[in-house]
């Protein structure tokens, strides 16, 4: 069987040109900055290093090229955390406890996806708060295999899908705009492991979009991939969370954090491939290519016309409440609630001018 990815083709109203485009400009606009002197004081003198800080900063996953750990990595690696006075101490999760560790606070940030900072913050109230966006359309999408015969959401009728946990609320919205017939639809709960894919225990699954559709492809099986945001279903991706009360009695250190993530991540926006070897010794089990190809995806979902206005990291109170929306009319939210209290851009507003980060 073939190795080629092919991605499904159905016209959306972000194309992958129009995400490849967006990635060139954010490029020009990084490299224009990077040849901009460095930031003065009044006098003409360097501005000087903050006063010394330690965090501890938790991933929500293992070590890999998940951009909000990029971010994380490339600010460790290349200066910039101690530029910003921070020591940071990196961690990862293994078991999901990363939130846990959050609330009791013992670290200081971490990641979650911005569905679940909305689900926290429904149920049980979780005083946590998003302050920056990674991933501008959603981790998620559904996959089947080449030759299967399934070649559109129509084409799921008579078939079996497996989903991970629970029914996604994408899957819902997009069977619902496609006129699928969700009786003919044999849904099945698989955890985690796309090999019930190849294996033919299901015919579309639920999967993360930069990781599971190469997977398969190393495997030997070809794909093709349908993104709920091409069905215009409102999604988001990763985000970096922290206390409310953080954020509310120590919003020096949150800025300076995210100032210098944010650095990292125009970094690996400029740098791909330099980046890639960063990720290596931080994950150095993990195979090369397969980090480089998730970091790729990961990228190009982070751009689009947020990010071009308002810089890397960027998000509007209207994304917030048509992903609100959206969990409320398929009945993913435990309780209704403020979804304004989920995330704060008051950070993003302080380090960038525009599109350009503020640097040091």
Not at 99 to 126: E, N, Q, Y
Not at 303 to 325: H, I
Not at 335 to 346: I, K, M, S, V
Request: proline fraction near 6%.
């Amino acid at each position: 069987m073939t190795e080629h990815y092919k991605p499904h083709s159905r016209p959306s109203r972000r194309t992958k040109n129009d995400r490849s485009l967006r990635l060139v400009a954010m490029l020009l606009v990084a490299a224009l900055a990077a040849m901009l002197p460095a930031a003065c004081s009044g006098n003409g003198a360097a501005s000087p290093t903050p006063e010394p800080r330690e965090v501890v900063f938790m991933a929500g996953f293992k070590p890999q090229a998940n951009l909000p750990f990029v971010a994380v990595y490339v600010a460790q690696e290349n200066g910039y955390f101690a530029e910003q006075g921070l020591d940071v101490d990196i961690r990862h999760a293994s078991t999901g406890e990363h939130l846990k560790l959050l609330l009791s606070g013992d670290v200081h940030f971490t990641t979650a996806a911005a569905t679940s900072v909305l689900k926290r913050r429904s149920d049980p109230g979780a005083p946590i708060v998003a302050f920056a966006l990674f991933g501008q359309q959603g981790e998620q999408g559904y996959m089947a295999l080449v030759g299967s015969g399934i070649e559109e959401p129509a084409d799921w009728e008579g078939r079996t899908f497996g989903y991970k946990t629970s029914i996604p609320p994408d899957y819902l919205a997009m069977v619902e705009s496609e006129g699928v017939d969700r009786s003919k639809v044999q849904e099945v709960r698989v955890g985690f492991d796309p090999r019930v894919l190849t294996e033919g225990q299901v015919d579309v699954l639920a999967v993360f979009k930069s990781n599971e559709p190469d997977t398969v492809r190393r495997l030997g099986f070809d794909v093709t991939v349908w993104d709920p945001a091409d069905f215009g279903v409102p999604t988001m991706g990763l985000a970096y969370i922290t206390l409310t009360e953080t954020a509310e009695t120590d919003p020096n250190l949150v800025a300076r954090f995210l100032k210098a993530t944010m650095k990292g991540f125009n970094y690996a926006l400029e740098n791909p491939d330099e980046t890639v070897g960063i990720v290596m010794k931080f994950a150095p089990d993990e195979n090369r290519d397969h980090q480089a190809f998730m970091l790729r995806a990961e990228l190009e979902d982070a751009v689009g016309e947020v990010t071009d206005r308002d810089g890397l990291g960027a998000m509007t109170d209207a994304q917030w409440k048509a992903l609100y929306d959206h969990l409320i009319r398929y009945e993913a939210l435990p309780e209704p609630f403020d979804y304004r209290t989920a995330f704060t851009t008051r950070f993003m507003d302080e380090i960038y001018d525009g599109a350009s980060l503020n640097w040091p």
